[in-house]
C-alpha cells in the first residue's frame, strides 16, 4: 500500500482546509487509516482515523469539535476537513494506513504541511 497526502498550505486563523490521502496498491487490505501530525519540536500525535470498510471515526483531542475524517472507498481516497483553524494546528499532516484492528499503521504518506498564521 502507498499513500499520497496532499492539500497543505498557508491559511489564517478561522479558515478552513481539506487534506486528501490517495491509496495505491492493495488497498483491498487496508483495514484502517488515520491521520497524524507532528509540529516542530513536538512528537507526532493522533488528530483522527476511520475504519476503511464501515467508517467508525475516531478523533483525538486536537481535532475535536472541528475537525472531520471521511473515506471515499471508490477513489481510494481519504479525507481530513479541517475548520476554524488555530495557530496551534500548523504541523505536517501524515496519513498512516494499517492492514489489521491490531496491527501497527505500516504505510505512511510522505506528509502535507499545514501552516497557519495570525
Known amino acids: 500500500v502507498q499513500l499520497q497526502a496532499s492539500g497543505g498550505g498557508l491559511v489564517r486563523t478561522g479558515d478552513s482546509l481539506r487534506l486528501s490521502c490517495a491509496a495505491s496498491g492493495r488497498t483491498f487490505r487496508i483495514y484502517r487509516m488515520g491521520w497524524f501530525r507532528q509540529a516542530p519540536g513536538k512528537e507526532r500525535e493522533f488528530v483522527a482515523h476511520i475504519t476503511w470498510s464501515g467508517g467508525s471515526p475516531l478523533y483525538g483531542d486536537p481535532a475535536a469539535g472541528r475537525f472531520s475524517i471521511s473515506r471515499n472507498k471508490a477513489q481510494n481516497t481519504m479525507y481530513l476537513q479541517m475548520n476554524n483553524l488555530k495557530l496551534e494546528d500548523s504541523a505536517v499532516y501524515y496519513c498512516?494506513?494499517?492492514?489489521?484492528?491490531?496491527?501497527?499503521?505500516?504505510?505512511w504518506g510522505q506528509g502535507t504541511l499545514v501552516t497557519v498564521s495570525s
Open positions: 498512516a494506513a494499517k492492514l489489521s484492528p491490531g496491527g501497527e499503521y505500516i504505510a
